[in-house]
């Protein structure tokens, strides 16, 4: 582990339409908050070009500090960005969704509250000064899906679900070391949900901030397939009331 550095991870899967913005605009977020970085992109099995111009970006003078891995055995949906956090080497962990649905000024945000000592900074969609801009349809499942992982697991937290998230090094692969691998692949995107429910049950010191949120109308999230994770996301319910 490097002191100082943030290491962002961002996963990625036929990506080819956003990767070449996306990019510019967290370095450029990281280098007016004066951090030193590093961007780890997880290419999760793309078959349109995202490999290729994830190669070409990281071989140009202007990302020295982009470097990507490319799974073949993709979507795998999370499991391969989870294997990849091994790779990181900063102090402070960035995960990151690569559509910038959450406005990157928030960056800075984020790294402020782990400078103060909180183990895990996430945002709250749902905070009264919140700004977010969603389908109504999308708003209302995901809203549904907050109340029923509250009632199950008792996290206390507003929103359970989004992909971006900040950690200290260890509190980062603590977290992605407990909550293991599934060879099965059904867990999908209860991923995010399982890290913030073990935080919490290890009395991890959370910090939730208000965010500026625009939903991209080409989000890959699709909450049919999603919901193929809900006997997982039950699995996970019985272990952890056995465990008490």
């Known amino acids: 582990m490097e002191k100082g550095l943030v290491s962002v991870i961002i996963p990625g899967y036929n990506e080819e339409a956003t990767v070449g913005s996306t990019i510019p605009a967290v370095e450029k977020a990281l280098s007016s908050a004066k951090r030193r970085f590093e961007i780890l992109v997880v290419d999760d099995g793309s078959t349109d070009k995202t490999a290729e111009i994830l190669e070409r970006l990281a071989k140009s003078k202007e990302h020295p500090k982009l470097r990507f891995i490319s799974y073949k055995n993709g979507p795998s949906r999370r499991e391969n960005l989870a294997k990849s956090f091994r790779l990181l080497n900063g102090e402070y962990v960035l995960l990151l969704d690569m559509d910038l649905s959450l406005d990157v000024r928030h960056l800075k945000d984020m790294l402020y509250w782990l ?3 909180y183990e895990l900074v996430i945002p709250n969609r749902y905070h009264t000064q919140s700004t977010i801009k969603r389908n109504l349809r999308r708003y209302a499942i995901s809203k549904a899906y907050n109340a029923l992982i509250r009632l199950l697991f008792r996290t206390g937290l507003k929103d359970n679900i989004c992909g971006f998230k900040a ?3 260890d509190t980062a692969m603590n977290l992605v070391n407990e909550a293991g691998t599934d060879p099965t ?3 999908s995107v209860f991923w995010d949900t399982q890290l913030l429910i073990i935080a919490k049950k290890n009395r991890i ?8 949120w625009e939903e991209n109308e080409k989000s890959t999230l699709n909450f049919r397939r999603e919901s193929g994770m809900l006997p997982y996301m ?6 952890q009331r056995k465990k008490g």
Do not use: M, S, T, Y
């Open 205 to 212: 010191r959370v910090k939730e901030i208000p965010v500026h």
């Open 115 to 117: 400078d103060q000592g």
């Open 185 to 187: 692949g059904k867990r």
């Open 167 to 169: 950690f200290r090094h």
């Open 234 to 239: 039950i699995k996970f319910w019985l272990q």
